[in-house]
């Protein structure tokens, strides 16, 4: 069992950054693999980036390519999504999930994968 609490959302104006922190307790997290998805008013939810349960596999959404960052520290049991350049278009709530037993590339950007998700944080860019 795993608990998911995002942090690190709020306004930023276009060409900004801002640091997204998925905190979370539980027992094994490190074995989990970690995804970051987003979803716009009226919109589905997206995928955005994920990360491997070590961190030697990413994988992001071309929308963010070049501009957002997955990391993770499995010490503090924390992952974190780093956001630069943002467009207004970002703007949407984020949401971490997790999942164990991840193995093909398609796997870790279907949501339908991931078991365990946070309550998600506010991302709004002004232009």
């Known amino acids: 069992q795993v608990q998911l609490v995002e942090s690190g959302g709020g306004l930023v104006q276009a060409g900004g950054s801002l640091r997204l922190s998925c905190a979370a307790s539980?027992?094994?997290?490190?074995?989990?693999?970690v995804a970051w998805f987003r979803q716009a008013l009226g919109k589905e939810r997206e995928f955005v980036e994920a990360i491997n349960w070590n961190g030697g596999r990413t994988y992001y959404a071309d929308s963010v390519k070049g501009r957002f960052a997955i990391s993770r520290d499995n010490v503090k049991n924390t992952v974190y999504l780093q956001m630069d350049s943002l467009k207004p278009e970002d703007t949407a709530v984020y949401y971490c999930?997790?999942?164990?037993?991840?193995?093909?590339?398609?796997?870790?950007?279907?949501?339908?994968?991931?078991?365990?998700w946070g309550q998600g944080t506010q991302v709004t860019v002004s232009s």
């Open positions: 999930a997790a999942a164990r037993g991840l193995h093909s590339d398609a796997s870790f950007s279907s949501s339908v994968e991931y078991g365990y």
């Open positions: 539980g027992r094994s997290f490190s074995s989990y693999a």
